[in-house]
């Protein structure tokens, strides 16, 4: 009997287990494809922007180096998601891995000032001024200022007025943004301008914005996200036709990929890249469309999980 009363709650510990796991949540944190299968030799299913909420189905395997996939599903699709991308909320799977992923680099692309945390949970740090990373200064919207640097020498000749090196106004050319692709990331945010920057949790943590563009990576562009007007890439920019956005691309070389929600088209690998998948493909170029068929954001993620 006593056994018996042991075998019972033991089944009733599983269960009540799963049950909890079933209901745990999957928060995507960067640009993420959901695929047929745990690993990236599977299908791809859709795609979702970063902050996706996906219910947890329960389930975590290893791919072969090795990385954890999740299953789950967004109440139309079903699939696997990256652990290089989404993170577990809630109650974490009994078959979760012990070997973490591979940690991106610790050293930052820029010096860290004082952290203060934001209220949403992010590390926002100020950007430097003109004796720091940006030759044309600009204020932080949030954080705490940095510690004063030691004052440089006087020298006899005044300081030049810097201006951004590209001219975003109304007026002007939308910047091309596919040679900023795998470019230096500090080096990128500064010849377009964009002098605010942001820390958060993801494996593109660094992250220089403004109001219609994300540039983000480790140490070199690995994340490009296209929300606004003044840009484009590869021809390609918010407010087009998407017929027309396809025209450019497929006229540019990439390979067009079935995708549920929106266009994706994946981006061939240079000799050089740091990583492709089976089929030479190092990135993917997600076009979000809405119910008029115009273009509302462009979302370029690197392939590296």
């Known amino acids: 009997m006593k056994k018996r009363a ?45 902050g996706k909420k996906l219910t947890y189905l329960g389930e975590t395997k290893m791919d ?5 996939w999740y299953k789950v599903t967004d109440g139309k699709h079903t699939g696997w998601v990256s652990s290089m991308y989404a993170e577990l ?8 891995p012990t070997a973490a992923p591979t940690a991106a680099p610790t050293a930052a692309p820029v010096a860290q000032p004082t952290q203060a945390p934001a209220g949403d949970g992010q590390v926002a740090l100020p950007a430097l001024n003109a004796g720091g ?19 440089a020498e006087p020298v006899a000749e005044p300081t030049p007025t810097i201006v951004p090196f590209i001219d975003i106004s109304a007026d002007a050319k939308p910047v091309e943004l596919s040679t900023y692709y795998r470019a230096d990331l500090v080096t ?37 996200v296209v929300y606004g007007a003044g840009y484009e890439v590869y021809g390609v920019s918010v407010g087009m036709n ?13 390979d067009y990929v079935d995708s549920v929600n929106g266009l994706t088209y994946e981006h061939k690998a240079a000799a050089d890249a740091p990583f492709a998948d089976a089929n030479g493909h190092d990135s993917c170029i997600n076009l979000w469309v809405d119910e008029n068929n115009i273009i509302t954001e462009i979302d370029w993620s ?3 999980g």
């Open 133 to 151: 990373l940006f030759a044309n200064g600009g204020a932080q919207d949030t954080g705490t200022p940095p510690e004063a640097a030691p004052e």
């Open 242 to 254: 998407a017929n027309t956005a396809m025209a450019w691309l497929n006229a540019a070389g990439l």
């Open 89 to 96: 909320e809630g109650e974490k799977s009994q078959t979760a």
């Open 188 to 224: 990128a945010a500064n010849e377009i301008g964009l002098i605010s920057y942001r820390q958060v949790e993801s494996e593109v943590p660094y992250q220089y914005y403004n109001d219609a563009l994300i540039l983000a990576g480790n140490q070199n562009v690995e994340n490009i």
């Open 64 to 68: 072969d180096r090795p990385v954890a």
């Open 6 to 50: 042991l075998r019972t709650l033991a089944l009733a510990l599983v269960m009540l287990l799963a049950c909890a796991m079933a209901l745990a949540d999957v928060r995507t944190t960067a640009s993420v494809n959901m695929r047929s299968g745990p690993g990236k030799n599977y299908e791809i299913v859709t795609s979702f922007s970063a």
């Open 302 to 304: 690197t392939y590296t």
